[in-house]
Antibody, heavy 118, light 110 residues
Framework: EVQLVESGGGVLRPGGSLRLSCAASGFTFDDYGMTWVRQAPGKGLEWVSTISGNGASTGYADSVKGRFTISRDNAKNSLYLQMNSLRAEDTALYHC???????????WGQGTLVTVSS | QSALTQPPSASGSPGQSVTISCTGTSSDVGGYNYVSWYQHHPGKAPKLMIYEVTKRPSGVPDRFSGSKSGDTASLTVSGLQAEDEADYYCSSYAGSNIGLFGTGTKVTVL
């Protein structure tokens, strides 16, 4: 069974840093691009970042560019999101998802909650 | 990077059809055949319903269909069922490893 499990969320103050992880199982991890999507409380889905299967190609939403870094360790079947200079508006449930096709995300993990508050 | 525009809500009675629009620009929806649609029940992980504008993943009922004309993509749910009540989001590739989601549409089955 294909499974994605996020971890690393928490509560922190503005300006802080956090690294999210996504553990993948049930498929050949390096065959697939991966993506992070977030949902702020009461808001819609927001695409955050994507990475290719070999890690050579990445992309970021303008709202996180320069502050967040996506990476992966194919030997560990793991995806990461390093988040620096966190702001209150980064408060959200962060999901990782597999890019099952060029731009189709399936499946998704249940998410890990990040709360940025003073 | 602006979110794609969707109507906030849509509704229909059981058995009827509902169509949700997703409007972008020539730089995203209109420029690529890489539009996908997601069903999201609160508290659960979003589910891929349509990818590459018209393709359905295995296991998604054929009541769900997608299309595109110019800068606007659409999702049609035919033969509405109670379990179709959810939030629906479109997503489009926008070039240079950039993606966008739509503003979301809440579908109510009356």
């Amino acid at each position: 069974e294909v499974q994605l499990v996020e971890s690393g969320g928490g509560v922190l103050r503005p300006g802080g840093s956090l690294r999210l992880s996504c553990a993948a199982s049930g498929f050949t991890f390096d065959d697939y691009g991966m993506t992070w999507v977030r949902q702020a409380p009461g808001k819609g889905l927001e695409w955050v970042s994507t990475i290719s299967g070999n890690g050579a190609s990445t992309g970021y939403a303008d709202s996180v560019k320069g502050r967040f870094t996506i990476s992966r360790d194919n030997a560990k079947n793991s995806l990461y999101l390093q988040m620096n200079s966190l702001r209150a508006e980064d408060t959200a449930l962060y999901h990782c998802a597999r890019r099952s096709s060029f731009w189709g995300f399936d499946p998704w993990g249940q998410g890990t909650l990040v709360t940025v508050s003073s | 990077q602006s979110a794609l525009t969707q109507p906030p809500s849509a509704s229909g009675s059981p058995g009827q059809s509902v169509t949700i629009s997703c409007t972008g620009t020539s730089s995203d929806v209109g420029g690529y055949n890489y539009v996908s649609w997601y069903q999201h029940h609160p508290g659960k992980a979003p589910k891929l319903m349509i990818y590459e504008v018209t393709k359905r993943p295995s296991g998604v009922p054929d009541r769900f269909s997608g299309s595109k004309s110019g800068d606007t993509a659409s999702l049609t749910v035919s033969g509405l069922q109670a379990e179709d009540e959810a939030d629906y989001y479109c997503s489009s590739y926008a070039g240079s490893n950039i993606g966008l989601f739509g503003t979301g549409t809440k579908v109510t089955v009356l």
